[in-house]
């Protein structure tokens, strides 16, 4: 019976070890996310209002000036920014996003992909491993943003985007990243990034009226690239956050399984234990009496 008490014993201390790593990284996510939702919360507005902006110019343009970032054409090559995390232990988080990704694919881009017109454009190492070992056509240049996320970074990656655009080397780009909402909460989405998308206009709805100055032509080609770079850096921030906070929340549903398990286990070891000394006990009851007898 003591090797039954023995290995219970062990079992409780690497449940305790295991439950304060998994405290420890609750913590050490929770004052990451203080840091990343800030960040988003004050870029969320800004980039909203440039991305109206951006659609409500190029709605309204007249066809006097060549928008080459909102040029519509057939689809023959696709790319895909896949926004993940670089590591794991944050639940389903990565596994979805992955996950929506090809069901884009599938569903959108079948016959590009038959023909290999789909390339991946992955932020982030668990997307770059995983589409790279599944093989995918991958763009490897941009996969490691998150070790140091800036917005020149980021506009680098927008850059490349933007010139394989223009250059008709790739005639879609859609993004897919996970929307922060808070700590508990994410929303897998997916945008077209380019071309870029015009408003649909109700019905009775006048045109925008907009004094260029400097001229329309030169102040869209400075503006374009710049808000499309501000809308690729707002989708790293909301994922880096809900990174964080989806890590957090599944450490804390972790340390919470591991008190459950902890308390079922010192049940087993207490019924051991007992058992343990009934045990003994009728040993030495048995040997008393067989002493008097």
Known sequence: MSGALKEVRNRIKSVQSTQQITKAMKMVSAAKLRRAQDAITQMRPYARKLSEVLSNIVSNNEGNVNLALATERPIQQVMII?????????????????????????????????KGGVQILPIGKKGYEHFTKNGFRVVDKYWDIFNSLSFENVQAASKYIMDAFSSKEIDAVELI?????????????????????????????NNADFIFEPGKDVLIAELMPKILNTQLFKATLDANASEHGARMTAMDKASDNANELLKSLKISYNRARQAAITTELTEIVSGAAALQG
Do not use: M, W
Not at 84 to 113: F, W
Not at 178 to 186: L, R, V, Y
């Open 82 to 114: 896949v926004v993940t995390s670089d590591r794991g232990l944050c639940g389903g988080y990565n596994s979805n996003l992955i996950k929506l990704a090809k069901q884009v694919i599938h569903e959108k881009y079948p016959s590009q992909l038959a």
């Open 177 to 205: 990243y996970s929307e922060f909402k808070n700590a508990g909460t994410q929303r897998f989405t997916t945008e077209q990034f380019l071309p870029v998308q015009k408003v649909e206009k109700k019905a009775g709805q």
